[in-house]
């Protein structure tokens, strides 16, 4: 049975009651006792959610499986900007959103990554994220796409379809004091990324750090350009010229800096990339200047990518992030 639609009255709700009502909802998960327990179903979350989706709002949030915003990512966007999850839901339905961004995240990070959300509201009603699907529940490859300023995150909606990101781009990122952060980026939960690529740079011999640091300009930002994906011309160190050692490095590298995200996503995604040696066609390039936060050579702009995968980390002015693993 379809749940009921949200009234009208939703929308005269004060802002700072929404706010307050959104943050505390996000905050639940700190405290996981507080939380009931869910019924027993052999659906997915996200599965659970579109269940209870009425035919009105199935009309407006589920879009086909080919449609072109299913490759598109931003650092700010909403995949259905018209209804917005503090409007367009009841609170339950709020709450089974909550469930499921959750569960894109390993439980040590998803109090951060709750955070997050929270932080990049920026105080206003107007900033709340939007979710969707692609597809129906015929497809094997139907999506739940969950967006919103400084958040973009997928999950196949069905259980045991564990194929990482699905050959879809993701988004993450965060300014936590300042949107011009400082060299330690203090209390961005993304900087964790930052310092164990820099871990993997000091193992590197002095001609290889010469080569991973490139006198140009790191990917723009476009949308249409930041995952787009490049057979030559791509700036950096080499995987073919790593060794063994290192190309091993670099792969657990790349696990530990996904470690925020669901266990069954990373596994997937780093099988990926061990089945088809996608480390060997992957090139590794810093970037200094003003780029370099502090010129102290921790590099705060990075980017990994090869003619299958595009992963850009900016660290200037606040953490960017974009991961996309077409080779699924």
């Given amino acids: 049975m379809n749940a009921p639609a949200p009234s009208s009255g939703m929308k005269s709700v004060r802002r700072r009651d929404i706010l307050r009502t959104l943050g505390s909802t996000l905050a639940l998960s700190a405290f996981p006792s507080l939380r009931a327990a869910p019924a027993a179903s052999k659906d997915s979350l996200s599965m659970q ?55 894109l995240h390993h439980p040590d990070h998803r109090e951060k990554m709750n955070w997050q959300v929270r932080k990049d509201l920026m105080g206003k009603i107007d900033n709340t994220p939007a979710v969707g699907f692609f597809g129906t529940p015929e497809d094997a490859d139907f999506e739940f796409i969950y967006t919103g300023h400084h958040v973009t995150r997928r999950t196949f909606v069905h259980p045991g379809h564990t194929a990482g990101f699905g050959g879809r781009p993701i988004f993450y990122g965060n300014f936590a004091k300042a949107f011009r952060e400082e060299k330690d980026h203090a209390g961005n939960p993304f900087w964790y990324q930052g310092l164990v690529f820099n871990d993997f740079v000091s193992a590197l011999d002095g001609r290889q750090r010469e080569k991973i640091l490139v006198a140009r300009e790191p990917r723009s930002e476009k949308p249409a350009q930041v995952i787009a994906r490049r057979a030559n011309d791509l700036p950096g160190l080499a995987g073919a010229d790593l060794t063994k050692d290192q190309q091993a490095k670099l792969l657990d590298t790349m696990r530990r800096m996904l470690v925020c995200l669901r266990p069954a996503d990373v596994a997937a995604t780093l099988k990926t990339i061990e089945d088809q040696k996608i480390v060997q066609r992957l090139f590794i390039s810093c970037y200094g200047g003003e780029y370099d936060i502090g010129g102290d050579k921790v590099w705060d702009t990075w980017q990994i990518e090869g003619p299958d995968m595009v992963w850009y980390f900016r660290g200037c002015p606040h953490i960017h992030g974009y991961f996309h693993l077409a080779a699924v």
């Fill in 49 to 103: 959610f579109y269940k209870s989706l009425t035919d009105e709002q199935r009309a407006k949030i589920v879009l086909s499986r080919d449609h072109a915003k299913r490759g598109y990512v931003s650092n700010w966007w909403y995949i259905c900007p018209d209804q917005r999850l503090h409007t367009f839901y009841t609170q339950g339905q709020q709450d089974l959103v909550r469930q499921i961004f959750e569960s």
